[in-house]
């Protein structure tokens, strides 16, 4: 499996990005449960939102409200939608499935 994630950028407080997360491989996308993450410089690297193959979603406190995680199956792709974007949210974001990360994608936010 290879995850190649996308999207990130510099936005002003307010803004919004939306990130992509391309899968590759011989595991089936559809079912699998896919998450992002991301790690703020100093410190651990922290769960934002979970998709299953279902589509169940959930997120991380910090986030409800603001981010939307979503899948296409035919392009085998998750994205994140960041809106109202924080300083705080400044980070690498990385997607993951399974024991496979993608290379991550930095996001920053500035005031």
């Known amino acids: 499996v290879q995850l190649q994630a996308s999207g990130g950028g510099l936005v002003q407080a307010g803004g919004s990005l939306r990130l992509s997360c391309v899968f590759s491989g011989s595991m089936i996308f559809s079912i699998r449960t896919m998450y992002w993450f991301r790690q703020a410089p100093g410190k651990q690297r922290e769960l934002v939102a979970s998709i299953t193959g279902s589509s169940d979603t959930n997120y991380a406190d910090s986030v409800k409200g603001r981010f939307t995680i979503s899948r296409d199956n035919a392009k085998n792709t998750i994205y994140l939608q960041m809106n109202s974007l924080k300083p705080e949210d400044t980070a690498v974001y990385y997607c993951?499935?399974?024991?496979?990360w993608g290379q991550g994608t930095q996001v920053t936010v500035s005031s």
């Open positions: 993951h499935c399974s024991t496979t």
